[in-house]
């Protein structure tokens, strides 16, 4: 398998008998650490004097003394504390196929042919057909991976992935600008060539990464479901040691990953980084490439970057429309007093719990606002009963899921609150909470219920000034083609600068 997901087992591994320094449990821990240190003193001593007289000093532990086992690769086992951390994979590129460990899933430097199609009707099959027949007589039968349609009604342009040499793509190109196709109903011309492999890839991608500056720790990869294990029905935890949770760590510290089995034989490898600097060597490492199993076995790269949140929650949905909910108006006057409730529309503090989602902003009616002179406990779930409810049938949200409650003291004031009755769990900052437990909610918390991406948390001072306030939008996940033709929009916006800078400077002289 390539990955496991069986229980942990702690493995040991035992020092030899003359490094163990593990005092005897009848005796004194300090006593017996004690005698250790004098045991290597005495042993340095020894050495040092024999150099002295010039005989050859003997080493403070017998050489041939037999270790104990030792912890094998890929094991899951524990380690002792006083061991290393395994180090981080690498992928080792051998031409333009890399590897990072045996019988492993690893990357290609493919190229990019960007072809210009010119046609009356839209008959992409039989076109693409004949442009794959024709590329692998010239580039060997086995040449073209792929050839991408996704962006053709906006572009009018097909990327064809191919496994060839830069060379022989040269030398093919000519006899693409343009050829003929489909008797002539159609015309592609190979517009320009993007080589992954290349050195001058990854500089063109730094300038295009984030756009939007978002703070993005997930990223989310499509792989074939026949790459992973088959006890993968919905969702599967790649346990540390497994194949795809170091697969994930060549990129960077990791701190979850999960396989989210899809639709079409395709499962989801989504990723939780410990920082965004994860997210950005995957970047660097990945765009324009292609995951390989074995030299005839190849797939294309999609991957989403953005907050693990959303991504984990939209892959184990399998939706990609928003999720909705519905907030009761929990802001008039009169209601069921709380905590030091003034009775009307008084000061706060005031706690805005609203729905975060790409790209859009969230409805009136979605946002729960709660104040001291409403009701004290705010109940959350799949009920209709509930204060605030999330609509969709298909969410793992329970019935009850989780509550909010308002508390006062006299040191601290009035503060919220959470605790989850759920079956399928309540994060905060993506740390789940324990069942039955309370925890104290803070400005900028952010909620995640089950599998329903995410409520942020802000906090006012009165009601009037968080009505005032607008509601934020989180911005847009990074999405990024198999083929990375955006870098060169980048090029001729650079050429362009480039070309009025230089006539400034001349207007200058």
């Avoid at 159609?186 to 993007?194: G, L, V």
């Avoid at 009920?383 to 509550?403: F, I, P, Q």
């Amino acid at each position: 398998d390539l990955m496991s997901t069986r229980t942990l087992r702690p493995s040991v591994t035992h020092a030899p008998k003359h490094l163990a320094l593990v005092p005897n449990p009848d005796a004194d821990a300090t006593d017996a650490t004690d005698a250790a240190a004098r045991r290597l003193k005495r042993l340095a001593a020894a050495g040092a004097t024999a150099k002295a007289r010039g005989a050859p000093a003997k080493p403070p532990f017998p050489s041939a003394a037999k270790p104990g086992p030792t912890v094998a690769a890929g094991d899951l086992g524990a380690q002792l504390p006083s061991e290393a951390p395994p180090e981080r994979p690498t992928l080792k590129y051998e031409r333009r196929w890399a590897t990072w460990r045996k019988e492993a899933v690893g990357v290609v430097a493919v190229i990019w042919a960007d072809m210009r199609i010119e046609m009356d009707d839209l008959r992409l099959a039989p076109l693409m057909r004949e442009m794959k027949e024709l590329l692998c007589e010239q580039l060997g039968e086995e040449a073209v991976v792929s050839i991408v349609d996704e962006h053709f009604l906006q572009l009018h342009r097909l990327f064809v992935c191919l496994l060839a040499s830069a060379e022989d793509c040269q030398r093919i190109w000519d006899s693409w600008r343009p050829r003929k196709l489909l008797s002539g109903a159609a015309t592609a011309t190979w517009r320009d060539t993007i080589d992954a492999g290349s050195s001058r890839l990854v500089p063109r991608l730094k300038s295009c990464w984030n756009p939007m500056r978002l703070d993005m720790d997930g990223m989310s990869l499509e792989i074939p479901s026949k790459w992973a294990t088959k006890e993968v029905n919905k969702a599967a935890k790649c346990m540390p040691g497994s194949h795809w949770h170091e697969f994930a760590r060549i990129f960077g510290e990791v701190l979850e990953v999960d396989l989210v089995a899809s639709h079409s034989g395709i499962t989801q490898l989504v990723v939780r980084f410990a920082d965004s600097s994860g997210a950005y060597a995957a970047y660097k490492k990945l765009s324009g490439r292609c995951l390989y199993k074995s030299h005839k076995d190849l797939s294309l790269i999609r991957v989403v970057y953005g907050s693990y949140a959303n991504l984990l929650g939209k892959a184990l949905r399998g939706v990609t429309t928003p999720w909705s909910c519905q907030a009761k108006d929990l802001t008039e006057p009169g209601g069921p007093g709380g905590p030091g409730a003034p009775g009307g529309d008084g000061p706060g503090p005031v706690f805005e719990l609203f729905p975060l989602r790409p790209g859009e902003r969230a409805k009136l009616g979605e946002v729960l606002r709660i104040v001291p002179w409403g009701p004290s406990i705010i109940t959350v779930g799949k009920n209709r009963k509930c204060d605030l409810y999330v609509t969709d049938e298909m969410a793992g949200v329970s019935n009850s899921h989780a509550e909010l409650q308002l508390m006062q003291s006299r040191a601290a004031g009035i503060r919220l609150f959470i605790s989850d009755s759920s079956k399928n769990g309540t994060w905060v900052n993506e740390h789940r909470l324990p069942k039955g437990a309370m925890r104290e909610l803070k400005d900028g918390d952010q909620l995640r219920l089950a599998d329903v991406p995410r409520f942020a948390l802000r906090k006012f001072e009165s009601l009037q000034q968080c009505q005032r306030a607008p509601i934020p939008v989180d911005g847009p996940e990074f999405k990024v083609p198999p083929c990375p033709y955006f870098i060169k929009k980048v090029k001729s916006t650079s050429k362009q600068s480039k070309q009025s800078k230089q006539s400034k400077q001349s207007k200058q002289s």
